[in-house]
């Protein structure tokens, strides 16, 4: 088996929690989750977001995602200055990465961002490896969101559990049986 992970993330500013979401999957079952996450999204040369959803759209991409063959897996860190989100990010990623690997993770990717903030992920990520939270084999790198829909999965997790923190259960109640998730104290 070769596990790979697809990361995006989700801020909720008015309440100060910042959630940094994982899917893991077998790289043999990447074109089947690709295709069924894909189906999401009606308008071809269009991505799925959570934020441009319905509630009804929202409910039926967590109910498709919690019948795949996915681990989701979450950290979500309070409370978030909103003029910290990177050092959020920072924390949330040490954590997020070290269960990764421990997972058995060969290959991360994270949603990019821009040139620059994709840059600062990658000194982070050699941080980590040079302080040994995460095993230099494990292989992180960007990815448009628009180009891997596998993002698309990571993106209904970040949306399913900010809904959450903001006292909309639903979403991550029908996630619950496959996921696992992570609470961090931000400081």
């Given at each position: 088996?070769?596990?790979?992970?697809?990361?995006?993330?989700?801020?909720?500013?008015?309440?100060?929690?910042?959630?940094?979401?994982?899917?893991?999957?077998?790289?043999?079952?990447a074109?089947?989750?690709?295709?069924?996450?894909?189906?999401?999204?009606?308008?071809?040369?269009?991505?799925?977001?959570?934020?441009?959803?319905?509630?009804?759209?929202r409910?039926?991409?967590a109910?498709?995602?919690?019948a795949?063959?996915?681990?989701?897996?979450?950290?979500?860190?309070?409370?978030?200055?909103?003029?910290?989100?990177?050092?959020?990010?920072?924390?949330?990623?040490?954590?997020?990465?070290?269960?990764?690997?421990?997972a058995?993770?060969?290959?991360?990717?994270?949603?990019s961002?821009?040139?620059?903030?994709?840059?600062?992920?990658?000194?982070?990520?050699?941080?980590?490896?040079?302080?040994?939270?995460?095993?230099?084999?494990?292989?992180?790198?960007?990815?448009?969101?628009?180009?891997?829909?596998?993002?698309?999965?990571?993106?209904?997790?970040?949306?399913?559990?900010?809904?959450a923190?903001?006292?909309?259960?639903?979403?991550?109640?029908?996630?619950?049986?496959?996921?696992?998730?992570?609470?961090?104290?931000?400081?």
């Amino acid at each position: 088996m070769s596990w790979l992970a697809y990361v995006d993330e989700s801020i909720r500013t008015d309440d100060g929690v910042y959630v940094l979401a994982a899917v893991a999957l077998d790289r043999a079952d990447a074109a089947a989750v690709r295709a069924a996450v894909r189906a999401l999204e009606p308008r071809p040369g269009r991505r799925f977001h959570w934020r441009d959803r319905l509630p009804v759209a929202r409910q039926a991409a967590a109910e498709s995602l919690a019948a795949l063959p996915v681990l989701p897996i979450v950290v979500v860190g309070t409370p978030v200055n909103p003029r910290r989100q990177e050092r959020a990010r920072r924390q949330c990623a040490e954590t997020l990465l070290f269960e990764l690997a421990a997972a058995g993770v060969d290959d991360v990717w994270l949603e990019s961002r821009n040139p620059l903030l994709d840059r600062r992920d990658l000194d982070v990520v050699a941080g980590f490896h040079a302080r040994r939270v995460i095993p230099r084999g494990l292989r992180i790198g960007h990815l448009r969101a628009g180009d891997e829909p596998l993002l698309w999965a990571a993106d209904i997790v970040a949306g399913a559990i900010c809904a959450a923190e903001g006292k909309e259960p639903a979403y991550r109640d029908t996630l619950a049986r496959i996921l696992t998730e992570h609470r961090l104290g931000l400081s």
